[in-house]
């Protein structure tokens, strides 16, 4: 389910790091020895065994990044990215695997469209990566893919992601032929006749702004109904992007009732809420919209207590054209591979909202796991999917490796910097 290129195996050794890997109960200093790709020693003064040495005072190494919501644009938007400036971008934010959207053009909603990627993939990408098919064929919530084709073909899981599933009773469908294929639904969660529209969050700020407004119940209202499916169908379903206090309060009832839910809540929305609108910078458009403060601290909540297991970037590349509009004009969505990271340890764990070990599990282990994947671990015998963090290195966001730049920290500075990742034993950024 995930490709990348075939490149040389790394043979290093990463002395005296502080390592934290929270799932294997690991936080020390150790030395970290990697053979031919292969975690081969973890310890106390481990020989070099003429390996390349890197020293990590002072740093951290933890298993690698997984992002299981990344727009590639690929097909059909090269110019906004590609597979190689997309994996480049991850890697450099410490990403070791990412997953796909299908909603490109055209979308992947065949298996030749999707072994095209793989191709591209094989060739192209310098992390691993995964792709989602279509729930439905060219997202258009009529007719479901022949999701049977597309998981033999290697999708990950299936999403119609951009879009909602309307029809209850083709989403009860897709649930059914999802359970024979292994995979997931990706749902993302939105009522259009709730939602048409609007550009920002309902609520005091687009009043003042004079901004039509997208309420909570429409993201929520959705959550409430697809959970309720997935209960019935007893299958597992995967909520995208979630922004709103009461997605999270059914997501939370759902999982204590033994519904197989899970979700997943991106670096903007546990960082920002509606007051950035206020500058009316296109890059902090998106959909689901910034919401406010209250929501924030319940989206922090689910994600210490893990309600939300995941951290997703949505990373949705946009050319610069596009977003040097009015804000009403522009289109949704922000880049965030590179970002996601220092962006979180600043403003989560830096202020104490939220632990270190904490953060590593939720941009790791627990996207690895909601998805099936294997996690990214720190343990001999396992492959080396490793990042290697400083904690003190502060950075001002200015240049970017994914092709666009429409960040929403363009000009902040960040603390927590990514000295090295190391994905399926290959040095992918250093």
């Known amino acids: 389910m995930l490709w990348m290129q075939e490149t040389e195996q790394a043979n290093v050794v990463v002395r005296g790091a502080r390592v934290v890997d929270p799932s294997e109960g690991i936080d020390a200093t ?16 481990v020989d070099t065994n003429e390996h390349r040495v890197v020293d990590g005072s002072g740093l951290v190494l933890a298993p690698a ?66 792709f989602m098919g279509a729930i439905t064929r060219g997202q258009a919530g009529e007719e479901l893919t022949e999701m049977a ?34 995979r997931p639904l990706a749902l993302h969660c939105e009522e259009p006749s709730l939602t048409r529209g609007s550009h920002m969050h309902m609520g005091r700020v687009s009043a003042e702004l004079g901004i039509a ?45 033994g519904v197989r839910g899970s979700g997943e809540v991106t670096p903007h929305h546990l960082v920002l809420t509606d007051e950035a609108v206020r500058s009316l910078d296109p890059n902090v458009k998106m959909n689901p919209p910034l919401r406010s403060e209250p929501d924030r601290i319940a989206l922090i909540e689910a994600l210490r207590d893990g309600t939300i297991e995941c951290v997703a970037t949505d990373h949705a590349p946009h050319a610069r054209h596009e977003k040097e509009v ?48 294997d996690r990214p671990r720190v343990a001999t015998g396992a492959r080396a999917n ?28 960040l603390r927590g910097g990514v000295v090295m990742t190391i994905a399926n034993g290959t040095v992918a950024y250093q």
């Open 149 to 182: 084709e597309l998981a033999d073909a290697g999708a990950a899981a299936f999403s119609d992601d951009g879009v909602p599933v309307s029809s209850a009773g083709l989403l009860r469908r897709a649930l059914q032929y999802s359970s024979i294929t292994g």
């Open 65 to 130: 990044f997984v992002d299981p919501h990344v727009h590639l644009r690929t097909p059909g938007r090269e110019d906004e990215e590609t597979i190689a400036s997309g994996t480049a971008a991850a890697a450099a934010g410490g990403y070791c695997a990412i997953l796909g959207m299908p909603n490109t053009d055209p979308v992947v909603d065949s298996a030749s469209t999707l072994q095209s990627l793989v191709e591209a993939a094989r060739r192209d990408a310098v992390v691993a990566v995964g």
């Open 326 to 373: 009015p804000f009403e004009a522009a289109p949704n969505g922000v880049t965030g591979l590179e970002t996601a990271f220092a962006a979180l340890y600043t403003h989560l764990v830096g202020p104490g909202l939220l632990t270190l070990s904490t953060l590593l599990e939720r941009m790791s282990a627990g996207p690895a796991r909601v998805f099936g994947l």
């Open 30 to 45: 150790l030395d970290v020895r990697i053979d031919d790709g292969v975690i081969a020693r973890i310890g106390d003064q």
């Open 386 to 413: 490793l990042v290697l963090l400083d904690l003190d290195r502060e950075w001002r966001v200015e240049t970017f490796r994914s092709r666009s730049t429409n960040s929403w920290l363009i000009g902040e500075t």
């Open 213 to 257: 407004g997208y309420p909570s119940v429409g993201e929520s209202v959705m959550v409430e109904r697809d959970l309720s499916l997935a209960a019935a169908e007893g299958q597992q379903l995967h909520l995208m992007h979630l922004s709103a206090a009461e997605s999270v309060a059914a997501l939370r009832r759902a999982r204590e009732a």
